[in-house]
């Protein structure tokens, strides 16, 4: 049986961008058939290569499998762009690609010429996406940060807490992971209309303007009547009970930290919860009676119903109430998350084999197309796809044997090499640690040290 096309493929994608979002979009493509190119260097490492997690712990060059998720199914060309023959690469690579994606700091790539101005000149078909945390124009085109900030401008941080307390940041760059999802939308309607027109275009995503799009209808209560939301910890106004509560815990498996999340957000549900819970006489009291009343009683009730949760595991609550139509859920940790039968069901974690790091798990898409499934391929190592990349751009070897020997194209970071020269051991301080350094005084030093193996 002949294998079916995949749904992205023929479309090439040249990712020039650093940690995220960049990357990350790029990948919803590369898992539905695009070829997608991811631009490293050497001289100035990303930085999300030296983030956790690590098997065992230790930061060791090419080990990242946090680096190798975001990047799966990406072909890696690691340049200097600043020597001459690197700055051809990038050119030749300009003019292949169907699509651009960079989250540079406005004026970095329109220096090399890289800008969408002077590329759709000559190619008007040209798409191209720029991702900040601002977006371009106005006076904070340049402001520099991550997901974390990107949050916090748009007013997702302040929410995120308990009641009289400080704001409680998601343990993650948040706008990094959801403005993705925003931009393939927006590029496939960009490729769409690029077939009926043959006219390319410019996108302009501002990390900040995505994250507000997550909270509009609280907005929206501050446009028409002037009410901003405060921290609310658990509780909702559409709901009651709306809470996690605790569980019972079996340590031989799970620890001492087990909960259920369970939520009524009308009379259907209150009355599936009092069934669940054996109709107990307290759950028909009066007051208890409308969700205004539980919302009134919202600290007794809740107390009342973690009586009755302590005493059953988590899948027991869920399993009850999901059966009598209540919204209801096991609070899972990233084990019980891995080890989710439905997820399982779905072939959802998927095991791949990095040509360093050997097979480990990689998150699978976030939705199934029947006719035109995904394909999945292990993020990848520095560099590793140099000469692959430069002779599908059109390169003689020659041209990339002059290009390796100036320095323009490596598979190692450009710091110097201690210790076993053989194994190439690094232990100093990475370059893109420098600028921190400069930043905050009190940087600890990271040390990166690490085998190539042979490819």
Known sequence: MATPPKALEGIKIAAIGTLVTVPLTARHFALHGATVVRVESHVRLDGLRTQRPFPGGKVLLDHGVWFANI???????????TKPSGKGIVDRLARWADVILENFSPGVLDRFGWDYATLSKERPELIYMSSGIMGKGGSWQSLIGLGTAGAAIAGITHMTGWPGGEPTPVMTQYTDFTNPRLGVAALLGALEYRRRTGKGQYLDQSQVEGGIQLISPILMDWLNNQQSAQRTGNWTPEAAPH???????DKTLRGDDRWVAI???????WQGLRRALGNP???????FATLLGRQRHLKELDALLAQWTRQRTPEEVEALLQREGVPASVVED???????VQLDHRGFFRTLRHSVLGEHTYRGPSFRLSRTPDVHRAGPALGEHNVQVCRMLG????EVWTAMEEGALA?????PVSGEVEGDSYSDTLPFLEDRRRQAQALPTVMVEGRRSER
């Open 395 to 398: 390169m003689k070897d020659e």
């Open 263 to 269: 939520a009524a957000l009308n009379d259907r549900h």
């Open 71 to 81: 990047n799966s199914g990406a072909l890696d060309l690691c340049v200097d762009w």
């Open 281 to 287: 006489s307290w759950a028909h009291e009066e007051r």
């Open 411 to 415: 598979t190692q970071p450009s710091v």
């Open 243 to 249: 809470n996690t509560y605790p569980c019972q815990v």
């Open 334 to 340: 990233s084990r019980t998350t891995r080890e989710d």
